[in-house]
């Protein structure tokens, strides 16, 4: 299972880690999980776990949305980096999905 890594950031209060990978269902999942004392003096818990799961019928639409050859997922995997690999990822990929009428189910954890 190819996993890439949108963005990973180590800092002396916070530590955040998104990846995007496809599980065995064709699901595609944002993973991401930010830790430490930063998250905890924001969220009142030292972790903050916050995920998005697209189905293999709306993954078919980010092929379309993003012009990548569809079934090519590494290359689709670097597109979504490209665009959303930053500390701001989650929000604006939510927002992105949203915008062009792709469903996902978000989570988030505290």
Known sequence: MERIQLFYLE????KISMEL??????Q????????????????????YEYTYTIEPSNVEKLYSVLEVEKGDRHKLLLELKKRFGNNKGYSAF??????????????TWT
């Open 21 to 26: 990978y496809f599980n065995k269902k064709g």
């Open 11 to 14: 800092g002396p209060t916070i």
């Open 28 to 47: 595609l999942i944002f993973d991401g999980y930010d830790i430490g004392k930063g998250v905890e003096d924001c969220w009142g818990d030292s972790d």
């Open 94 to 107: 939510g927002e992105f999905m949203t915008e062009n009428n792709i469903e996902y189910k978000p989570f």
